[in-house]
């Protein structure tokens, strides 16, 4: 039974962290959205419109996948491994242009890469419990 209430805790301390970082990453990009409309793609830099909707493409992605995590709670783990596709964009996409602006002196940015880590670490903790929810039901 106790073991039980961990694996609960812990679910959901993971699954408010995955929540956190997609409600920050909407926010950070609405901000800039609305600010300032400039962006980097994979080392091309963005003016104007096309940065405008690079920026609300990436807010309106982390704040639909907040949304469905939290309206669809029995397909967590699929939304949450779209989560994990979403921050593995962002960090790949900001390392090729760390890179390339810093001369290869940073590699990529640590932000990103925490962010990473925790939905991938929200998803395989969800995959490993599977079998004590059920093989049926991944809730």
Known sequence: MMHKQ?????????????????ALATLTYLVVFILNWEDWFFTIKLDGLPAGLFLLAK???AGALAGLIVQYPKRTTLFAGLGVMYFGYLFLNSAFTIQKNTGGRSLFSPLLAGFLIIAVAYVVFRLATAKGRGAGNPE
């Open 6 to 22: 961990v694996i609960q805790s812990i679910d959901t301390l993971l699954k408010c962290c995955v929540l956190g970082i997609l």
């Open 59 to 61: 807010a309106l992605g």
